[in-house]
């Protein structure tokens, strides 16, 4: 069974704080995604890193896939209280697994103003 | 549809009825997944279908659970005799073709509450 580890699991900053969620594993993913969720919507989707060491920025979010496609991290510059809800990684593994992603815990972001 | 719609939006039933919740994925979309998301679980693999065909029912969590594709579109996942534990966000996704999961559009999902 693949496991997604993902820290931390609450986070509540001032407005114009850094941050960092990461998402390990002891498993090699094909590709990681990161979700962005609000209450009573689904999850949606920020960015898929398919390759080791890719580095893929979307305005203000830096997303970074291990080397070894193992761990990923997500870096907020400057949050703002629009940034506030639920980050999950999710990982495919691709081959057998296909088409079943891996879901981290999740990390509550709460930015204040 | 613009996105993938799931009805209903919130369900209550009683301990040992049986439930369908239903699933519009974005037309056009070959695959359609479903998941569960509760407190404490995350989100959890049910099962996904490309087409018709479910090639993983794995993540299901008992016999109780069953789900149906038809006509490559609408996907009806049923709950017979629910149980507490069934309680949860049912959640449904569909991807383009030859994105598989690694481009998911998710509805905003089923509340299932079991009294």
């Known amino acids: 069974t693949q496991l997604l580890e993902q820290s931390p699991q609450f986070l509540s900053i001032q407005e114009g704080e850094n941050l960092t969620v990461y998402c390990n594993s002891s498993?090699?993913?094909?590709?990681l995604q990161w979700y962005r969720q609000e209450p009573g919507e689904g999850p949606v989707l920020l960015v898929t890193?398919?390759?080791?060491?890719e580095v893929k920025k979307l305005k203000r979010l830096t997303f970074q896939f291990g080397d070894a496609r193992k761990d990923s991290s997500l870096h907020i510059t400057a949050a703002q209280p629009g940034d506030t809800g639920l980050y999950l990684c999710a990982g495919d593994a691709g081959g057998t697994s296909y088409g079943k992603l891996t879901f981290g815990q999740g990390t509550i972001l709460t930015v204040h103003p | 549809g613009a996105g993938v719609s799931q009805s209903p939006s919130n369900k209550v039933t009683e301990k040992g009825k049986d439930v369908e919740l239903r699933c519009d994925p974005i037309s056009g979309h070959t695959a359609l997944y479903w998941y569960r998301q509760s407190l404490g679980q995350g989100l959890e693999f049910l099962i996904y279908f490309q087409g018709n065909s479910a090639p993983d029912k794995s993540g299901l969590p008992s016999d109780r659970f069953s789900a149906e594709r038809t006509g490559g579109s609408v996907s009806t996942l049923t709950i017979q005799r629910t149980q507490q534990e069934d309680s949860a966000v049912y959640l449904c996704a569909s991807s383009p073709p030859g994105l598989g999961p690694e481009k998911l559009f998710f509805g905003s999902g089923t509340q299932l509450s079991v009294l």
């Open positions: 890193v398919v390759t080791g060491g």
């Open positions: 498993s090699v993913f094909s590709s």
